[in-house]
């Protein structure tokens, strides 16, 4: 089955950039979708088809993705920033969703 | 407007079943390609199962078998049937909605519903 590898944590000063990697064997031919989720909330959706943003979530939120790893970005991290993110893709030959292990990021 | 909203959760004892209901307004559910989402305490998200708009279902391996996905057109709502419940099913279940087809993102999640399996 296949299996999306995330840091357990990220931890980033005010106003610096985190980057939040999200690792498969060539995760590049598919496409990754990050929720931001908070403490009691539910996961909401920041980057969609790898670059993608919804409306609503600020530009300082971007996503690449090439090779075996995708890359959440958040620019100038603001202390609202603060929560779990979950990378997922389809695996179309087995017809299943899969998320990464989530990564807390902290701002210090 | 777009509402997801899970209930049915609670304690049940190793071996026991559950039915989880989630509840939609604002869109057809029978249109949509529609997942359960389940997180342990202090884990991460885990996928459960997919139901599609016609009506083909597909299960995580940890729950294949003992789980099932369905839904009730005029009611508009969702299901998962969990039969002989493991100390490890223990999670929020969360539903959600694929914005598109199969490969796309989800664009709409439940509060969740907790379910404890403890003896």
């Known amino acids: 089955s296949y299996v999306l590898t995330q840091p357990p944590s990220v931890s980033v000063a005010p106003g610096k950039t985190a980057r939040i990697s999200c690792g498969g064997n060539?995760?590049?031919?598919?496409?990754v979708h990050w929720y931001q989720q908070k403490p009691g909330q539910a996961p909401v959706l920041v980057i969609y088809?790898?670059?993608d943003r919804p409306s609503g979530i600020p530009e300082r939120f971007s996503g690449s993705n090439s090779g075996n790893t995708a890359t959440l970005t958040i620019s100038r991290v603001e202390a609202g920033d603060e929560a779990d993110y979950h990378c997922?893709?389809?695996?179309?030959?087995?017809?299943?969703?899969?998320f990464g292990g989530g990564t807390k990021l902290t701002v210090l | 407007e777009v509402q997801l909203v899970e209930s049915g959760g609670g304690l049940v004892q190793p071996g026991g079943s559950l039915r989880l209901s989630c509840a939609a307004s604002g869109f057809t559910v029978s249109s949509n390609y529609m997942s359960w989402v389940r997180q342990a305490p202090g884990r991460g998200l885990e996928w459960v199962s997919i139901i599609y708009s016609g009506d083909s279902t597909y299960y995580a391996d940890s729950v294949k078998g003992r789980f099932s996905i369905s839904r009730h057109n005029s009611k508009n709502t969702l299901y998962l049937q969990m039969n002989n419940l493991r100390p490890q099913d223990t999670a929020v279940y969360y539903c959600?909605?694929?914005?598109?087809?199969?490969?796309?993102?989800?664009?709409?999640w439940g509060q969740g519903t907790l379910v404890t399996v403890s003896s």
């Open positions: 997922q893709v389809w695996d179309s030959p087995s017809d299943h969703w899969v």
């Open positions: 959600a909605r694929s914005a598109g087809g199969a490969a796309s993102n989800f664009d709409y």
């Open positions: 088809y790898d670059i």
């Open positions: 060539n995760i590049g031919s598919k496409s």
